[in-house]
């Protein structure tokens, strides 16, 4: 005699099956759109990985025809360098310049310099009083104070004396740290 139990998995098992193949048969329209995202994504990914590699050939084009401009560049500028060099070096004895100048505009130079140098031996003629007043103020007051007799003010005699004085005690001195020397160590 079949088994209910059997019987009743066994339909369970199909009940099963059939639910697994409708929910397959169901997400199919799915699994078919996210199939056609995964290739359009895939083919998005392919195409910026060979603009990538496009644009990294193309900046190394560039760089090289930079580097090329560069090293132009600098030969240039190195070309111009030495020109200049030169040019200063050339300048001394090759670059000698000739003026023209009319009598008016000779005159007219004339007597600027002349009303410059009268300016400045008039300046020069007003330091001389003032130095020559400043001067004279400074005799006035070293007289004042002669006059008045301030100051400390030696004659060449007690001058004199008070040198003597202090040499001979300077020679006493040194000659009993002699003698006690002499002695002590004896």
Not at 78 to 97: E, F, G, N, S, Y
Not at 133 to 138: A, G, M, N, P, Y
Request: hydrophobic share 40%; glycine share 4%.
């Amino acid at each position: 005699m079949p088994d209910f139990d059997e019987m009743w998995g066994d339909v369970q098992e199909e009940i099963q099956e059939k639910d697994a193949e409708d929910a397959v048969v169901n997400r199919a329209s799915e699994l078919k759109q996210l199939s056609a995202d995964i290739d359009k994504a895939t083919t998005a990914v392919i195409n910026a990985k060979l603009s990538l590699e496009s644009s990294i050939r193309q900046t190394q084009r560039e760089e090289g025809v930079l580097g090329a401009a560069v090293n132009t560049i600098r030969g240039k500028v190195d070309t111009i360098d030495k020109h200049i060099d030169q040019v200063l070096k050339d300048a001394p004895t090759k670059l000698k310049v000739t003026v023209t100048v009319c009598d008016t505009d000779w005159q007219k130079m004339q007597e600027l310099h002349a009303q410059w140098m009268e300016k400045e031996k008039q300046m020069l003629a007003d330091q001389r009083r003032q130095q020559e007043v400043l001067w004279q103020k400074q005799s006035h007051r070293l007289t004042d104070i002669v006059r008045n007799n301030e100051g400390v003010w030696l004659s060449q005699r007690l001058f004199y004396i008070i040198g003597s004085l202090s040499l001979l005690s300077l020679i006493t001195i040194v000659l009993e740290i002699a003698a006690y020397v002499y002695f002590h160590w004896m």
